[in-house]
């Protein structure tokens, strides 16, 4: 089951991460924290909500499509937040990117900032024995 929990987790954090930095480029407007993150949108947050959200309740239409829609949007949630304590962490240290693995990407922590996040939340839901039907 780990491995299906971790997958779904990628995946899902890449539609947040991809769907975010898209709709952030592509609308623009006002910034979301721009003493943490200052090119992060609301536009962009909103987005990184809204398309995953759809794209889980068209995959999985055929169950519960209300647990599907409110763990959407907590999962997307806690992804963009754990980006944001990432970003935060970084400035507090006076450092632009963790690492220079991946140049022009603030490093490898950014790429997994809010996986970190989303899978306690995730672990939690599994101790709380939660009906997490479409990612186990």
Do not use: M, W
């Amino acid at each position: 089951d780990f491995e299906r929990i971790f997958l779904f987790a990628v995946i899902f954090s890449i539609l947040v991460d991809s769907s975010a930095y898209y709709f952030g480029k592509k609308i623009g407007g006002v910034k979301l924290a721009s003493s943490i993150s200052p090119n992060k949108t609301v536009a962009g947050f909103i987005a990184g909500i809204i398309v995953p959200t759809i794209i889980c309740i068209s995959i999985y239409n055929q169950r519960d499509i209300f647990n599907v829609f409110f763990l959407s949007i907590i999962f997307s949630l806690t992804f963009q937040f754990g980006d944001l304590i990432e970003s935060k962490l970084k400035r507090i240290c006076r450092v632009k990117d963790s690492s220079n693995i991946i140049p022009g990407h603030g490093g490898v922590l950014d790429r997994l900032d809010g996986i970190f996040l989303f899978l306690i939340l995730i672990s939690l839901f599994i101790i709380l024995d939660y009906n997490l039907f479409f990612i186990q």
